[in-house]
């Protein structure tokens, strides 16, 4: 009975669930000062470092909703009264609280309403992955249609596209290189390639992980491949960045061929090695408890950063090589405590986080 659950739970995805959140708020506690230092400084390179090493949050979650998502038959009137419309609820909320934060900041008057009712429609930056996700949700049905009468070789084929006319033709555009290389990437772009693959490429990818797998025999090159893949999307964004004399870090972005090693290496390490391990009842519940407050994790910590930099307290405080991790702990443990309190209103709670 008890691995029953553990299987419907999937503790596993928990577990990533939560490492993901937490390199989202790595990323966003290294890049406080990251637009404004000189890219010549230690300092500069320091928040960099941690920035490019933390940039597989966002593709991870894309991943684990594909693999439940497009796994599960989940009917239409479900998926809109449940999972849509609570994402939206969600958004209108944090982009309604971070507006009228941003409002209050800047004393705005009675004849600056319109501005300000723009500030609450558009929400802080981190939130886009909300509308994303939403449309990405939105063609659940036609998806999971898809993948369940697929052959095996048909996803391969579309996974195919997404990585050689988005990853590859993304990371080539990144680098800057000759002016012939850059023409044919852009070429390829008018295509509008994106409409297609876009993060629907990592949805689907993370059903085909958890779907079929990835030979064995490759485990060991994937899991290999971190390490040069880290220092790559350092090290290139250090160059690039010194080339250009501004921050640059469209390399290690989301559709970057080194974060796209690193994100595959994660999944795949979770879904085959951690989804073996029996987990006691204990460390379920603490995973379980963990992964409860990650969504209110992302809401919360951008508006907790801003907060406590307005006070003062940042990731320079103390030499940020130290300062940025420990700022990023502080913030997660304290939205993390925030979004399980929240959740637990009555009612309203899961419409808040």
């Given at each position: ?16 669930r939560?490492?993901?959140a937490?390199?989202v708020v ?16 230690r ?32 009917g239409?009137?479900?998926l ?7 994402l939206?609820?969600?958004y209108g ?5 971070y ?8 004393n705005?008057?009675?004849a ?26 939105m063609?659940?049905p ?9 052959e ?5 084929y ?13 990371t080539i ?7 012939i290389?850059?023409?044919?990437a ?9 409409m297609?693959c ?17 030979p ?13 893949a880290?220092l ?6 250090r ?21 796209f090693v ?41 508006g ?5 930099e ?9 030499p ?34």
């Amino acid at each position: 009975m008890e691995a029953v659950s553990q299987n419907k739970r999937m503790v596993h995805y928990d577990l990533l669930r939560i490492v993901a959140a937490f390199s989202v708020v790595m990323l966003h506690s290294a890049g406080q000062k990251w637009y404004i230092l000189p890219v010549t400084s230690r300092e500069w390179q320091i928040a960099n470092a941690w920035d490019a090493l933390f940039r597989f949050g966002v593709p991870i979650f894309v991943m684990i909703s594909g693999a439940i998502f497009l796994n599960r038959d989940i009917g239409m009137k479900r998926l809109y009264s449940h999972n849509i419309f609570r994402l939206l609820v969600i958004y209108g909320i944090w982009s309604a609280a971070y507006g009228l934060y941003d409002c209050r900041m800047r004393n705005l008057g009675a004849a600056e309403w319109k501005e300000a009712v723009k500030e609450m429609l558009s929400g802080r930056y981190h939130l886009w992955f909300l509308p994303m996700i939403i449309a990405v949700y939105m063609l659940v049905p036609i998806l999971r249609s898809w993948v369940k009468n697929a052959e095996k070789r048909n996803l391969q084929y579309f996974l195919l596209l997404f990585f050689f006319l988005k990853i590859g033709i993304f990371t080539i555009s990144s680098l800057n290189t000759s002016y012939i290389v850059r023409y044919a990437a852009d070429t390829v772009n008018i295509m509008e390639i994106g409409m297609a693959c876009s993060y629907i490429g990592y949805f689907v990818w993370g059903y085909y992980i958890a779907r079929y797998g990835i030979p064995e025999k490759w485990h060991k090159s994937i899991y290999a491949g971190v390490i040069p893949a880290a220092l790559l999307n350092v090290l290139l964004d250090r160059y690039l960045s010194l080339k250009a004399g501004v921050p640059a870090g469209e390399i290690y972005d989301s559709y970057g061929v080194f974060t796209f090693v690193i994100v595959t290496a994660l999944f795949l390490f979770f879904t085959n090695v951690m989804g073996k391990v029996n987990y006691s009842p204990p460390a379920v519940r603490i995973i379980r408890w963990l992964s409860d407050g990650t969504f209110g994790v992302y809401v919360m910590h951008v508006g907790l950063l801003e907060i406590l930099e307005a006070r003062g307290i940042d990731s320079m405080m103390i030499p940020n090589i130290i300062g940025i991790p420990l700022l990023a702990v502080g913030c997660y443990a304290a939205c993390t405590v925030a979004a399980v309190c929240l959740r637990r209103i009555p009612v309203i709670g899961k419409y808040l986080c």
